[in-house]
T-cell receptor, first 109, second 119 residues
Framework: EDQVTQSPEALRLQEGESSSLNCSYT??????LFWYRQDPGKGPEFLFT???AGEEKEKERLKATLTKKESFLHITAPKPEDSATYLC??????????FGKGTRLSVIA | DSGVTQTPKHLITATGQRVTLRCSPR?????VYWYQQSLDQGLQFLIQ???????AKGNILERFSAQQFPDLHSELNLSSLELGDSALYFC??????????????????FGPGTRLTVL
């Protein structure tokens, strides 16, 4: 059974303090890994898709990387508006999208 | 704004009742997915439709059913509601069904959700 584990569960950063969120996965034949951002009570907002180990994607202060067993979401010089829950999800074989439980990020001014 | 719309935004009902949640996918998207999100379980896949046909099923209870209409909008029907069914229900859409062999996987774009409260 596909499994996605995100760590830490919660992260509190000072504004400008860079850090990384981890998503480790156990799947048979990864076909894609997705990062989403979710604000409280709102729908997940798509950030990145990664397909193969070594791939990297960037958007503003966020950079996502992928290895054969995990993905990292690096946040550089975060701002308070980056506060949200960040969700990782994977798809493999013919299974539907499997989500991790997320990392709740708080950025304090 | 993802382009996916869901109605209603909030729904409060009693145990034993039946409700219908509605989703309109992004223009041109053929696949619709339904998810349930509760505090302790995270986002759980319920069911997928592609161009009117059921394509994949997740942890969907027998009390729940869905369909996709010719205009591609979808409805999720929840019946004999229980307190534990209280959750956020999200719809997502993507251009094509997720291919079972080869090809690329399409990103799913999520709607704003329907918050269901069962009293």
């Amino acid at each position: 059974e596909d499994q996605v584990t995100q760590s830490p569960e919660a992260l509190r950063l000072q504004e400008g303090e860079s850090s990384s969120l981890n998503c480790s996965y156990t799947v048979s034949g990864l076909r894609g890994l997705f990062w989403y951002r979710q604000d409280p009570g709102k729908g997940p907002e798509f950030l990145f898709t990664l397909y193969s180990a070594g791939e990297e994607k960037e958007k503003e202060r966020l950079k996502a990387t992928l290895t054969k067993k995990e993905s990292f979401l690096h946040i550089t010089a975060p701002k308070p508006e980056d506060s949200a829950t960040y969700l990782c999800a994977v798809i493999s074989g013919n299974t539907p999208l499997v989500f991790g439980k997320g990392t709740r990020l708080s950025v304090i001014a | 704004d993802s382009g996916v719309t869901q109605t209603p935004k909030h729904l409060i009902t009693a145990t034993g009742q039946r409700v219908t949640l509605r989703c309109s996918p992004r223009s041109g998207d053929l696949s619709v997915y339904w998810y349930q999100q509760s505090l302790d379980q995270g986002l759980q896949f319920l069911i997928q439709y592609y161009n009117g046909e059921e394509r994949a099923k997740g942890n969907i209870l027998e009390r729940f059913s869905a369909q996709q209409f010719p205009d591609l909008h979808s409805e999720l029907n929840l019946s004999s509601l229980e307190l534990g069914d209280s959750a956020l229900y999200f719809c997502a859409s993507s251009p094509h069904r997720l291919l079972l062999a080869g090809g690329s996987t399409d990103t799913q774009y999520f709607g704003p959700g329907t918050r269901l409260t069962v009293l």
